[in-house]
C-alpha cells in the first residue's frame, strides 16, 4: 500500500533554512507527480508545490515563489522541499502528497506530515 | 488564483442524520473537484474525486455531486467516526485550492 513518510521539520529560527523530505513506498514513484501541502495550527489546507513525475515541470503558490524549491530524486523514491529565508508565518504540518497521475493536481494519498516551527 | 467557499463552516449534527456541505468555486470547474475528511492530528483522507467519484474503499454513506461552480458533499446516517473537519478541493489548474474546511461537530 502507498506510504508516505515525511521527515525533517522541527523548531527552527526565523531567516534559517530547512529541507523537508518525503520518503515513498508502495507505488512506483517514478509515475507520479507529488505535492507539498501545508496546515498552519489550527487552520485549512494550502498547497505550496507540485512537481510532475519526472521533475521537468514544478509550480509553486504565488506567497512562496523564490524561498521555496521543491525537488525530487526518483532513484531515491523521495521528494523534497527546500525552505530559505523561514518567517514566522511558515510555522504549520507539512504534508507531502500523491498526486492521481503524472501532474494532475489530483491529490489520493498523504503523509502524517512534519510540524514546522519557527521561533526565535 | 480560483477561489473556494464551502458553507457552512460549522455544522452541528446527530448520530443518523443526513448532512450536506456545499462547496463553490469562483470560476468553473468541469468536474474538477475533490473531497477530503481530516480528523484532528490526522492527515486529510480522500473521499471523493471528479465530484462525484468514489475513492476505492470509501462506504456509500459518502456521495458527491454538482459540477460547474456548485457542489455537494452528503454524508447519510452519520456515525460518530464521521465527526470531523471536510475540505472542498479544485483541481482544474494550478495552483491547486481547498475551501476552508466545514467542520463537522456532534450534536
Known amino acids: 500500500q502507498v506510504h508516505l513518510v515525511e521527515s525533517g521539520g522541527g523548531v527552527v529560527q526565523p531567516g534559517r533554512s530547512l529541507r523537508l523530505s518525503c520518503a515513498a513506498s508502495?507505488?512506483?514513484?517514478?509515475?507520479?507527480?507529488m505535492h507539498w501541502v501545508r496546515q498552519a495550527p489550527g487552520k485549512g489546507l494550502e498547497s505550496m508545490a507540485v512537481?510532475?513525475?519526472?521533475?521537468?515541470?514544478?509550480y509553486y503558490v504565488d506567497s512562496v515563489k523564490g524561498r521555496f524549491t521543491i525537488s525530487r530524486d526518483n532513484s531515491k523514491n523521495t521528494l523534497y522541499l527546500q525552505i530559505n529565508s523561514l518567517r514566522a508565518e511558515d510555522t504549520a504540518v507539512y504534508y507531502c502528497?500523491?498526486?492521481?497521475?503524472?501532474?494532475?493536481?489530483?491529490?489520493?494519498?498523504w503523509g502524517q506530515g512534519t510540524l514546522v516551527t519557527v521561533s526565535s | 488564483d480560483i477561489q473556494m467557499t464551502q458553507s457552512p463552516s460549522s455544522l452541528s449534527a446527530s448520530v443518523g442524520d443526513r448532512v450536506t456541505i456545499t462547496c463553490r468555486a469562483s470560476r468553473g470547474l468541469n468536474n474538477f473537484l475533490a473531497w477530503f475528511q481530516q480528523k484532528p492530528g490526522k492527515a486529510p483522507k480522500s473521499l471523493i474525486y471528479?465530484?462525484?467519484s468514489l475513492q476505492s474503499g470509501v462506504p456509500s454513506k459518502f456521495s458527491g455531486s454538482g459540477s460547474g461552480t456548485e457542489f455537494t458533499l452528503t454524508i447519510s446516517s452519520l456515525q460518530p467516526e464521521d465527526f470531523a473537519t471536510y475540505y472542498c478541493?479544485?483541481?482544474?489548474?494550478?495552483?491547486?485550492?481547498f475551501g476552508q474546511g466545514t467542520r463537522l461537530e456532534i450534536k
Open positions: 502528497a500523491k498526486d492521481f497521475g503524472t501532474y494532475s493536481g489530483l491529490l489520493d494519498y
Open positions: 508502495g507505488f512506483t514513484f517514478s509515475n507520479y507527480g
Open positions: 471528479a465530484a462525484s
Open positions: 478541493q479544485q483541481y482544474i489548474g494550478f495552483p491547486i485550492t
Open positions: 512537481i510532475s513525475y519526472d521533475g521537468s515541470n514544478e
